[in-house]
């Protein structure tokens, strides 16, 4: 059973314009998420999780357990941002990841 | 080195041959995963190693994969009589119990041809 979803494969925006990516999950325990972002010829990295409750690189997101998700937010994208990034659920001492998504942000 | 250290980097093999890919963990990392990353189809689960329990191969796609880690330590991934369909990048993670945030390496890039 698919446990994370992101319905969005590619995300086109212009530098200093909002992001958003999209994460759903199905998970009936208590859920612990994060979201991974891999740059060019870079390896995946932590971006944040959301026991922390933090900021990173201008980034946050939010858990929503009324509507499983874990939407991940930039009010002003840079140019740096561009990468790829996955949500991803801890279970089972297990880590599922979505497809991802392919954030480009143009200038 | 620091950081999870995987080789080789690249591997090109001819339909039919078995594969090797290694995995060096973080020092003191009792947590091990494997990942296979393929385009569009995000990262897939392969097998979790935790201490001297037994792995979790769940995610192992067909009985021509198979894992060992020994010593608590390094890991190999074998994939035997590859066909064209396992190319991809093979990534390894590794973290403390009870995961965390779990640290990657660069991965190896499979590519059967």
């Known amino acids: 059973a698919q446990r994370v979803t992101q319905p969005e494969k590619l995300l086109s925006v212009f530098k200093g314009a909002p992001v958003e990516l999209k994460c759903n999950y199905s998970?009936?325990?208590?859920?612990?998420l994060f979201w991974y972002v891999q740059y060019s010829r870079q390896r995946l990295q932590l971006l944040l999780r959301h026991i922390s409750r933090e900021s990173i690189k201008g980034f946050t997101a939010d858990l929503n357990k009324g509507e499983t998700s874990f939407h991940l937010k930039k009010p002003f994208a840079q140019e740096e941002d561009s990468a790829m990034y996955y949500c991803?659920?801890?279970?089972?001492?297990?880590?599922?990841f979505g497809a991802g998504t392919t954030v480009t942000v143009r200038a | 080195g620091a950081g999870v250290s995987q080789s080789p980097s690249n591997k090109v093999t001819e339909k039919g041959k078995d594969v090797e890919l290694r995995c060096d963990p973080i020092?003191?990392?009792?947590?091990l995963y494997w990942y296979r990353q393929s385009l569009g189809q995000g990262l897939e689960f392969l097998i979790y190693f935790q201490g001297n329990s037994a792995p979790d191969k769940s995610g192992l796609p067909s009985d021509r994969f198979s894992a060992e880690r020994t010593g608590g330590s390094v890991s190999t991934l074998t994939i035997q009589r590859t066909q064209q369909e396992d190319s991809a990048v093979y990534l390894c993670?590794?973290?403390?119990?009870?995961?965390?945030?779990?640290?990657f390496g660069q991965g190896t890039r499979l590519t059967v041809v």
């Open positions: 998970y009936s325990g208590s859920p612990e």
């Open positions: 991803a659920l801890s279970h089972d001492y297990k880590l599922s």
């Open positions: 993670a590794s973290s403390l119990p009870g995961i965390g945030e779990a640290f």
């Open positions: 020092s003191g990392h009792t947590a």
